[in-house]
Nanobody, 124 residues
Framework: QVQLVESGGGLVQAGGSLRLSCAAS????????MAWFRQAPGKEREFVAT????????SYADSVEGRFTISRDNAKKMVYLQMNSLKPEDTAVYYC?????????????????WGQGTQVTVSS
């Protein structure tokens, strides 16, 4: 399993930007699809964005399309989530995850490795 640690969360006003980082360790990172999920209070964890192992393909939830950008640097074992034009409804704990290699890209059960999460709070 890959070990993941998120950072970069914080408090930001609506319309602002944050860049989340996910530092990975372990031999499987370079061949793993990666994703970001988020979980708001009282809600289930939901898919945000995913990126292929080479970084050539990405997909986003409709709610963040055009505002968020996922990227990765395999040499540095890092995954990023650039979040622009933030809205109060983006407030959540954000988690990065490494895909198992099979299963849906959009469901948490397909991701065996998770970080501890980083809090993002967007004020109105």
């Amino acid at each position: 399993q890959v070990q993941l640690v998120e950072s970069g969360g914080g408090l930001v006003q609506a319309g602002g930007s944050l860049r989340l980082s996910c530092a990975a360790s372990g031999r499987t990172f370079g061949m793993s699809r990666m994703a970001w999920f988020r979980q708001a209070p009282g809600k289930e964890r939901e898919f945000v964005a995913t990126i292929s192992w080479r970084g050539g393909s990405s997909s986003y939830a409709d709610s963040v399309e055009g505002r968020f950008t996922i990227s990765r640097d395999n040499a540095k074992k890092m995954v990023y989530l650039q979040m622009n034009s933030l809205k109060p409804e983006d407030t959540a704990v954000y988690y990065c995850a490494a895909h198992a290699g099979s299963g849906s890209y959009y469901y948490i059960d397909s991701y065996p490795s998770w970080g501890q999460g980083t809090q993002v709070t967007v004020s109105s």
